[in-house]
């Protein structure tokens, strides 16, 4: 009786749990003739997920967002011959918001998986979303890191809402380095195909970190002398400083070492400072970068001036 039981249990819950693998819904995003985007609405309970193919070329730009009636409903974003469950996802909306602004690395089917967060999806919970993809038009092409050979000197990081990795290795198993927001400029020091995408190694300005960084996220940038440096009587703005050689000011989500790096700056680069605090026995300031994105980040009050 005991083994009877014991076995139906065991078979209960390896049907459950093949259930809810399989509970997974594909379909097809197809564009109206003369447009460029769709609007999808839907609806999740518990552990259904969705999986949205939209096919695509590698230099286009797809702009992907939603609006759900629940807070745990998020969508991840994956490149052409990546999975859930196998792949990392290139775009995480759990962590960088549920809009997603870039430029394609590849040609082939994007999946855009729109899910209910597992703590929801235990409760059983219920969602409806509104999912938005559109394709609006190509990337501007010269303007991007598209040859192997030659080249501009800088590099200006673009497309992208959070940070860019670089990587020690010209891979996407390669050891994160560093983390650099969106408007930052690098040094090129030439780019090479890998893994079917092109990579870029870059330097930090001032001999910071060098590393390798996804070709479709730089774009050509003026030489460091030909940008305008920031007014030097300008209210709130400070420049850093007192950074030792060869490393760099770590810029952070929230006040606090204990808050994740976003970006980082080097000696000489200006900020706007938005306002500060303390913390235990450091001081902390929201800054502002002086590009055209005006990224946003918190950093020690020490290396500010």
Excluded at 199 to 213: D, K, S, Y
Excluded at 219 to 244: F, H, L, Y
Excluded at 294 to 305: H, M, P
Aim: hydrophobic share 40%; charged share 15%.
């Amino acid at each position: 009786m005991r083994l009877g039981l014991i076995i139906a249990i065991g078979m209960a819950l390896f049907a459950g749990t093949f259930a809810m693998a399989q509970d997974v819904r594909t379909e097809r995003v197809q564009f109206q003739a003369g447009t460029s985007g769709a609007s999808i609405n839907g609806s999740l309970t518990g552990y259904q997920s969705v999986h949205y193919l939209l096919g695509a070329r590698a230099g286009q730009r797809m702009v992907v967002e939603m609006s759900t009636s629940n807070p745990s409903t998020y969508f991840n974003i994956y490149a052409p011959g990546d999975q859930p469950g196998a792949s990392t996802a290139m775009y995480i909306a759990a962590t960088n918001g549920l809009r997603f602004d870039g430029v394609l690395p590849r040609d082939g089917d994007y999946l855009v998986q729109v899910f209910l967060n597992r703590n929801a999806a235990r409760r059983d919970e219920t969602t409806t979303y509104t999912l938005n993809v559109s394709i609006p038009g190509n990337a501007p092409a010269p303007d991007f890191a598209d040859g192997m050979a030659g080249g501009p000197d800088f590099w200006e990081v673009t497309g992208l809402t959070g940070s860019l990795n670089i990587r020690a290795t010209p891979s996407t198993n390669g050891r994160i380095l560093i983390g650099l927001l969106r408007g930052t400029v690098v040094r090129n020091l030439g780019c090479q195909m890998s893994e079917g995408r092109r990579w870029c190694q870059v330097q930090q300005l001032g001999g910071g970190v060098t590393g390798w960084a996804a070709g479709e996220y730089l774009r050509e940038a003026a030489p460091p002398s030909a940008v305008a440096p920031p007014p030097a009587n300008t209210a709130n703005v400070m420049r850093v400083t007192g950074v030792p050689a060869n490393d760099v000011l770590n810029v952070r989500s929230g006040p606090g070492t204990g808050n994740r790096i976003v970006g980082a700056l080097g000696n000489g680069d200006g900020v706007r400072v938005l306002g500060c605090q303390d913390v235990g026995s450091s001081r902390w300031c929201e800054i502002e970068m002086m590009t055209d994105m005006r990224e946003r980040g918190w950093v020690n009050s020490a290396f500010l001036r």
